[in-house]
């Protein structure tokens, strides 16, 4: 079963331009990995340190595949220090 996501990260003002580059080598890596049918990366028109990734995923498996890899675990590791909060991740059923 195909799984939606969509994940808001906000970044600080001042890591703004190094949590997008951050962010941008993760969709050029996660579109490599077999379980990724879709992984967009979007910003905020209206407030330029709001992220929003959108994603499809073929399984469950594929995801946590996904979660394990070293580009997630570390902006897993920029949250205290360049993020404003956690990012929040939002699981879906498509409808």
């Known amino acids: ?6 994940a808001v990260i906000k970044a600080k003002p001042e890591f703004l331009n190094e949590v ?3 962010l ?4 050029v890596q996660t579109k490599n990995e077999k379980a990724c049918i879709q992984y967009d990366l979007h910003q905020d028109t209206e407030n330029e340190n709001i992220f929003v990734f959108y994603e499809i995923w073929a399984d469950q498996a594929g ?3 996904h979660n394990e890899q070293p580009y997630i675990k570390n902006l ?3 949250v205290p220090e360049k993020l404003q909060e ?7 059923d498509k409808i």
Do not use: E, H, Q, S
Not at 86 to 92: E, S, T, V
């Open 1 to 6: 079963m195909k799984i939606y996501l969509t």
């Open 20 to 22: 997008k580059t951050m």
């Open 24 to 27: 941008k080598d993760m969709v």
């Open 63 to 65: 995801l946590d595949i």
């Open 76 to 78: 897993g590791a920029a």
């Open 86 to 92: 956690a990012p929040m991740i939002f699981k879906m």
